[in-house]
């Protein structure tokens, strides 16, 4: 079993950097060490207590995520390191591979916390003794959530919106803005949702094929796309029906 860390008076966020470990071998030239954003100077520096990170399918956002996860010593199948289960250092696996080569700051060192991602509700819930199972999976996952989030400790979501109504996400969002305010947790997420990329003054990145850069939500092609859809429904459809997907931006 994982030995818990003592409550801190300090803010987050607790896990304050990553960068790549120099007593290495020069990184592997295949996924995921061929990302853009990756190379033998990686650094990242977690600068609020709520972190997001955006783009498109292939571009490593959920494998970032996941390598965090490994790194905090969460199993990659779902829950906390108090869960048991196999952690995500195998060679063969893409986030434990990047995880392996990673070298992880604190101020302190947090335990405590879990990683939750849509696919894997059901196994976390069950490893949780929760209840949520008997709710509908909207329901229970955003209650999973804020039922386990109101302690200090490290909390990893990879794409939750994948589980929740756009209802849902309004009220995730809401409870994320008042970890963001309060400081005393931090969240690292992966995101396709706009609704959830606003959080107030979380620290939004955009991994692209230039690579890692900071990036406020109205800037980015999921809340550009949304906006368009919204301003015009009709001319939105004509033109995605016409192949036209350039102009709705």
Do not use: C
């Amino acid at each position: 079993m994982a030995r818990r860390s003592r409550p801190t008076r300090l803010p987050a966020p607790f896990l304050k950097a990553l960068r790549i470990r120099e007593d290495e071998e020069p990184l592997p030239d295949h996924y995921p060490f061929d990302l853009p954003w990756l190379d033998a100077t990686f650094t990242f520096r977690f600068e609020e207590p709520v972190t997001i990170f955006v783009g498109e399918n292939g571009s490593g956002k959920s494998t970032l995520v996941e390598a965090v996860a490994a790194l905090v010593g969460f199993p990659l199948g779902g829950g906390g390191a108090w869960a048991g289960g196999p952690n995500a250092a195998a060679d063969g696996d893409d986030p434990g591979a990047l995880a392996a080569r990673l070298r992880a700051s604190w101020l302190p060192k947090i335990s405590r916390g879990w990683f939750l991602r849509a696919g894997s509700f059901e196994a976390v819930a069950s490893i949780l003794a929760t209840d949520h199972l008997s709710m509908s999976h909207g329901e229970g996952f955003l209650e999973l959530m804020s039922a386990r989030m109101q302690e200090q400790g490290v909390y990893i979501l990879d794409e939750p919106e994948a589980a929740l109504s756009p209802r849902r996400e309004v009220e995730l969002l809401r409870f994320l803005g008042d970890i963001q305010a309060k400081g005393d947790a931090q969240v690292v997420m992966a995101t396709h949702s706009p609704i959830l990329m606003a959080v107030p003054g979380a620290a939004l990145w955009r991994l692209t094929h230039r690579g890692l850069s900071r990036i406020s939500y109205r800037d980015t092609d999921h809340f550009r796309l949304y906006q368009s859809f919204a301003a015009d429904p009709v001319h939105f459809v004509a033109q995605a029906m016409s192949g036209g997907f350039d102009d709705l931006f």
